[in-house]
């Protein structure tokens, strides 16, 4: 399988990607909206290109309250008929119900661990097959691809960048947690 790397190396058009691939794939993140858009944005990729989840991201931030758990959590039925209208985003129900549910799983998260960046640095590490399994047992609409791509991108899994990247060196500065293991 290509990497996201060597694909960008051979696409040097690809701006949109490119960007997200300089700035964000793989760097950590630490706040609760940032990492709780970062897992909806995976989830809605689901079945679809990464090219269209990010031609929409800002779409995406707006219609979902720049990702704020604690709104998300509290969406009711107008919220839910809200984003189901929303042509800016995945119209699909399951992926906009897994949205306000994980939010209302993260809100639960924080009474033990104080944050959703609080239960990931209690579990780590752990092997994919492991993420897996536990995020299918704490949030919904969470297989393993995007359980993958979840952790890469938020540096809780090594393989976001090749190391032969410059944003590799950037990120490793950064100590993610793969690092750190």
């Given at each position: 399988?290509?990497?996201?790397?060597?694909?960008?190396?051979?696409?040097?058009?690809?701006?949109?990607?490119?960007?997200?691939?300089?700035?964000?794939?793989?760097?950590?993140?630490?706040?609760?909206?940032?990492?709780?858009?970062?897992?909806?944005?995976?989830?809605?990729?689901?079945?679809?290109?990464?090219?269209?989840?990010?031609?929409?991201?800002?779409?995406?931030?707006?219609?979902?309250?720049g990702f704020?758990?604690?709104?998300?959590?509290?969406?009711?039925?107008?919220?839910?008929?809200?984003?189901?209208?929303?042509?800016?985003?995945?119209?699909?129900?399951?992926?906009?119900?897994?949205?306000?549910?994980?939010?209302?799983?993260?809100?639960?998260l924080r009474?033990?661990?104080?944050?959703?960046?609080?239960?990931?640095d209690a579990?780590?590490?752990?092997?994919?097959?492991?993420?897996?399994?536990?995020?299918?047992?704490?949030?919904?609409?969470?297989?393993?691809?995007?359980?993958?791509?979840?952790?890469?991108?938020?540096?809780?899994?090594?393989?976001?960048?090749?190391?032969?990247?410059?944003?590799?060196?950037?990120?490793?500065?950064?100590?993610?947690?793969?690092?750190?293991?």
């Amino acid at each position: 399988m290509m990497s996201y790397c060597t694909y960008l190396r051979d696409h040097p058009e690809d701006t949109l990607n490119k960007t997200y691939h300089d700035t964000g794939y793989g760097f950590p993140l630490v706040d609760d909206a940032a990492l709780f858009e970062r897992l909806m944005l995976e989830v809605n990729q689901a079945g679809l290109s990464w090219t269209l989840i990010l031609k929409r991201a800002s779409e995406f931030h707006r219609a979902y309250d720049g990702f704020n758990v604690d709104v998300g959590a509290a969406y009711g039925e107008a919220d839910l008929a809200r984003l189901l209208a929303d042509a800016g985003v995945i119209r699909n129900r399951l992926k906009v119900n897994a949205a306000i549910e994980n939010a209302r799983r993260i809100q639960g998260l924080r009474a033990e661990f104080g944050s959703f960046k609080g239960w990931l640095d209690a579990h780590h590490p752990r092997s994919l097959e492991e993420w897996t399994k536990l995020f299918k047992k704490t949030f919904v609409f969470t297989g393993g691809e995007i359980v993958n791509e979840f952790l890469m991108s938020t540096g809780y899994l090594p393989g976001a960048h090749d190391p032969d990247c410059p944003v590799f060196n950037e990120i490793a500065r950064l100590k993610p947690a793969w690092m750190r293991t």
